[in-house]
């Protein structure tokens, strides 16, 4: 049981260059979450999806995207990366029932991602 | 709208000190969730506890506790003979039923314990 896993660990990326963060729960969860953290900030949600084939914006949307085919993943996308971009990204995962775990949210490692 | 307020920055205290983080929150709705989350130098994200909005009783574990008061939004935690494993960033959440249970996020506070 891995919980919540996330690839890659690291990544360095160019100005304008595209990549995809792939985040992988084994907890048969229905909600999961991308999430960014600055430095000296708490989290701030991106994108989140409350099931397979649906995404919905949170609260710092732009420049990402997102997609859930399958129940277990949970993609973010950058198409065109830019400084601002660069983050640490960490991905969740929740069940809206079950006791007592309801609502709690589990975390992957995180992401380091530097945009030059 | 919702809010998570951490008023602390950084607290810094010697070891085997108690020490209480702060967290003040806004929310209008009636069924809620409160989360304390530590996240250590090493960077993960640990799940420390979790409150719902109907169950305001103290709960206490180990050389942790929590004071859960509705009448003044706060949701504190207070380290009791901190020790300098407990440095760290902690944050504070709320969630609620009415936004399916998105974290709001505090900016955390960022706890030093001196040897």
């Known amino acids: 049981n891995a919980g919540v896993t996330q690839t890659p660990k690291f990544r360095v990326l160019k100005t304008g260059q595209s990549m995809t963060l792939l985040c992988a729960q084994d907890m048969n969860h229905e909600y999961m979450y991308w999430y960014r953290q600055d430095p000296g900030m708490g989290l701030r949600l991106i994108h989140y999806?409350?099931?397979?084939?649906?995404?919905a914006k949170g609260e710092v949307p732009d420049g990402y995207n997102v997609s859930r085919l399958k129940k277990q993943n949970f993609l973010l996308g950058l198409e065109s990366a830019a400084p601002s971009q660069t983050s640490v990204y960490f991905c969740?995962?929740?069940?809206?029932?079950?006791?007592?775990?309801?609502?709690?949210?589990?975390f992957g490692p995180g992401t380091r991602l530097t945009v030059t | 709208a919702q809010k998570v307020t951490q008023a602390q920055t950084e607290i810094s205290v010697v070891e085997k000190e108690d020490v209480t983080l702060d967290c003040v929150y806004e929310?209008?709705?009636?069924?809620?969730?409160l989360f304390w989350y530590k996240q250590p130098p090493s960077g993960e994200l640990v799940f420390l506890i979790r409150r719902n909005s109907f169950d305001e009783q103290n709960e206490i574990s180990g050389r942790y506790s929590w004071n859960f008061q509705k009448s003044t939004s706060s949701f504190n935690f207070t380290i009791t003979a901190s020790q300098v494993v407990d440095s760290a960033v902690y944050f504070c959440?709320?969630?609620?039923?009415?936004?399916?249970?998105?974290?709001?996020w505090g900016a955390g506070t960022k706890l030093i314990i001196k040897p």
């Open positions: 969740a995962s929740s069940s809206p029932t079950g006791s007592p775990q309801r609502n709690e949210q589990y």
């Open positions: 929310t209008r709705d009636t069924t809620y969730y």
């Open positions: 999806s409350v099931g397979e084939g649906t995404t």
């Open positions: 959440a709320l969630s609620e039923m009415d936004s399916n249970y998105q974290l709001i």
